[in-house]
């Protein structure tokens, strides 16, 4: 016995299937896309921390904090992707903590 198509089948076939392979797909890159935001947000912090870091360190072994933000890369191997963040370091006195602000570059 044979079984008879129905024009339903052909239906389902061509038109509910690549309709499904595309919603899978934009899911995916939606989801690839929310990874990467929580990926620059990460380093951004973790940049944020290491020039703090740096300078608590230059605090305990000079007893002041750096003059300036090439320095702390200079002396205490901090670095920074100018290409990718910019760094706003603003020192008020020697013995207060600089206000350091990391902003992400966008192209």
Same mark, same amino acid.
């Given at each position: 016995?044979?079984?008879?198509?129905?024009?339903?089948? #052909?239906?389902?076939?061509?038109?509910?299937l690549? *309709?499904i392979?595309?919603? &899978?797909? &934009?899911?995916? !890159?939606? *989801?690839?896309?929310?990874?990467? !935001?929580?990926?620059? *947000? @990460?380093?951004?912090?973790?940049?944020? @921390? #290491?020039?703090?870091?740096?300078?608590?360190?230059?605090? #305990? *072994?000079?007893?002041?904090?750096?003059?300036?933000? /090439?320095?702390?890369?200079?002396?205490?191997? &901090?670095?920074? /992707? /100018?290409?990718?963040?910019?760094?706003?370091? !603003?020192?008020? #006195?020697?013995n207060?903590?600089?206000?350091?602000? &990391?902003?992400?570059?966008?192209?």
């Amino acid at each position: 016995m044979r079984k008879r198509r129905t024009p339903w089948g #052909a239906l389902l076939r061509n038109l509910l299937l690549p *309709a499904i392979c595309i919603l &899978v797909l &934009v899911g995916f !890159s939606t *989801a690839l896309n929310g990874l990467n !935001s929580g990926h620059e *947000a @990460e380093d951004q912090r973790q940049l944020e @921390e #290491a020039l703090r870091r740096g300078c608590v360190a230059c605090y #305990a *072994a000079e007893g002041v904090y750096p003059p300036n933000l /090439d320095y702390l890369k200079e002396h205490y191997g &901090v670095q920074v /992707d /100018d290409g990718r963040y910019n760094v706003h370091y !603003s020192v008020f #006195a020697d013995n207060l903590m600089p206000d350091i602000t &990391v902003l992400v570059v966008k192209p």
